[in-house]
């Protein structure tokens, strides 16, 4: 006698839930009531606004939740597995990208840079309180002329005795204007050095950057690092050359490799439900053909995506996921994230562009995913290069 199957579940049609610990569903679950509670109701008026009311506050509720450097042990950090920061950051990113982006730069750049290369005293006195929410981090990489092409940075940070003084600009940066500490990476006579800035020094500003059509409910600045006076032991220790960077982000394009999937998710709800409700020709508009043939194909894209997020979670909770994986993982999710919100978008009809739907917030938001932490291209020629051995980035 065959077994009695468990019943379709349109939420999980895979059943990947089967795959998740009782532990992981906790941190699933505390994250989405936190959504839920705390971004949702508002989201969509700060992203008219243009702004992430409340920041600070929100920043501190993450900590108290163990969501920011949530994979990181040690110094107030939760020690979460890899599967479980990838639950979080869809959960996050189901609200809106900034939130998810806010999570991300925190843990998985500054806070992930500190962790790893800095010293025990940087990691002493700036670790707890960014864990806890109270200090907000930000990372410097980008600059207004050089964006995929990091090693061609023009900041510059130049020896003065037994300091460092640190000049230049970086640009598109999350969290920026309201971060307490920055990790920039800039030139020096010995090859590229991460440096550990608080954001009070003289010379420091970040002017934040407006006019934005994406991420709009997310602080992006500026940073002008006008003759920044830092101390010696300002640089992190443990590392030189592009290397310290390229990790940091290798970690951030794994949250978004979960992340896109929150935002596919969330458009791919609202499309379910608006199809069950929404009649024309004296039926709901879900029960004709092509809307069931939309239906289907953006479920199979978003579910063999969170299966792919959570085959490589799995690989680097086991120290196995190499950075040729995470680019394979953010150039499909993230495309077919926004193929997925466009075709939300065509069965919400003219509705589809209204806040008063999460699916236009969530395409334009997407839009930016698909830029930072690596464009489509620069993925393509990762995996390229990793598959014919030839390196054409040059």
């Known amino acids: 006698m065959s077994p009695k199957l468990p019943p379709f579940d349109p939420a999980d049609p895979l059943g990947v839930d089967d795959l998740l610990s009782v532990e992981d569903l906790a941190v699933r679950d505390t994250v989405r009531a936190w959504a839920a509670d705390r971004v949702l109701p508002h989201v969509a008026e700060w992203y008219e606004r243009g702004e992430l009311a409340g920041i600070r506050e929100l920043a501190r509720e993450l900590g108290g939740i163990g969501a920011l450097g949530m994979s990181l042990d040690g110094y107030g950090c939760a020690g979460a597995s890899a599967v479980q920061y990838g639950l979080a950051c869809l959960e996050l990113e189901a609200a809106d990208s900034g939130i998810r982006s806010l999570v991300s730069v925190q843990g998985s750049l500054a806070m992930y840079a500190i962790h790893r290369f800095g010293s025990e005293e940087q990691k002493q006195a700036w670790l707890p309180r960014m864990a806890a929410g109270e200090v907000i981090g930000c990372f410097g990489l980008t600059e207004p002329d050089h964006g995929s092409d990091p090693a061609g940075m023009r900041t510059y940070a130049a020896r003065d005795g037994g300091d460092w003084i640190l000049t230049g600009r970086k640009m598109w940066i999350t969290n920026g204007s309201v971060a307490g500490v920055a990790v920039v990476w800039a030139r020096t006579d010995d090859g590229i050095r991460g440096f550990v800035v608080p954001t009070d020094l003289p010379g420091f500003s970040a002017p934040e950057i407006k006019h934005k059509w994406s991420l709009r409910a997310s602080v992006t600045s500026e940073l002008v690092l006008d003759g920044v006076r830092l ?43 608006y199809a069950k409700t929404r009649e024309q020709f004296g039926r709901p508009i879900g029960g004709f053909q092509l809307t069931q043939a939309k239906l289907a194909d953006m479920a199979v894209e978003l579910h063999k995506g969170i299966l792919l997020a959570h085959h490589l979670g799995r690989r680097m909770d086991a120290g196995r996921l190499r950075p040729e994986q995470v680019s394979f993982g953010k150039l499909n999710n993230v495309r077919e994230a926004i193929d997925i919100c466009r075709t939300a978008r065509t069965i919400l009809g003219a509705n589809g562009i209204s806040l008063e739907y999460p699916v236009m917030r969530h395409a334009t938001n997407l839009e930016s995913v698909l830029t930072y932490e690596g464009t489509v291209e620069m993925h393509q020629l990762v995996l390229g290069k990793a598959l014919t051995g030839l390196d054409a980035f040059r």
Do not use: N, Q
């Open 231 to 273: 101390p010696a032991d300002a640089v992190l220790p443990e590392v030189t050359g592009l290397k310290g960077p390229l990790s940091c982000l290798s970690h951030a394009r794994y949250g978004i490799v979960w992340g896109s999937m929150g935002a596919a998710r969330a458009s791919f709800e609202a499309a379910v439900e």
